[in-house]
């Protein structure tokens, strides 16, 4: 009996381990793609959302006759951590989150062409809730809808540089085919 109690509490343990592990892995924590393994326009958006902050505003439907809202985000870094699931190392002023420090968040994006586009469709933020986004970036812009529960909106606004970043093309633009991207100093 002492041995089946045993076996069963190391059945369980693996189980843990494995399901943290499978958890690890979906939310793309620790997991990094090489950036000198990307496609030209996937490595020139993340060597241009180094050390940069969104600032724009959004709205509400429904209350449009109100002055749109004021967000911020600022990016330390975008990752690509799969094939279609992209890190962002961000503090944010929105969602209720104002003057958290840096916190990893992963979402969907997809490139058309060379614009990259997040498509979050009921995509679960921890701590922050349950959201379907389109947004899309071109050069130093970016623009598109948000859905939280029954509110919704629009957001749109300019992407600032803070450090040191690339700024020889306009984001949204790949570089040359072959050419390198050179990293930008911390």
Request: aromatic share 8%.
């Amino acid at each position: 009996m002492r041995k089946l109690i045993k076996l069963a509490f190391g059945l369980v343990g693996v189980l843990l381990l494995l399901a943290i592990g499978w958890l690890a892995g979906r939310s793309g924590i620790g997991s990094v793609i090489d950036p000198a393994t990307l496609p030209p326009a996937e490595r020139a958006f993340a060597e241009r959302m180094r050390n940069v902050t969104m600032v724009g505003s959004f709205t509400v439907d429904g209350r449009e006759a109100r002055t749109p809202r004021s967000d911020r985000y600022e990016i330390a870094s975008v990752e690509k951590v799969g094939e279609n699931s992209w890190r962002f190392n961000a503090k944010m002023d929105c969602c209720g989150v104002a003057g958290q420090s840096g916190i990893p968040i992963v979402v969907p994006m997809h490139f058309v062409g060379d614009t990259p586009v997040i498509t979050m469709t009921d995509t679960s933020l921890p701590g922050i809730g349950t959201f379907t986004v389109r947004l899309f970036f071109y050069g130093d812009r970016y623009a598109g809808t948000w859905q939280h529960g029954p509110v919704g909106g629009q957001m749109s606004g300019r992407i600032e540089r803070t450090g040191s970043s690339p700024a020889s093309a306009p984001m949204g633009t790949a570089a040359p085919e072959g050419a390198a991207v050179s990293p930008s100093k911390p």
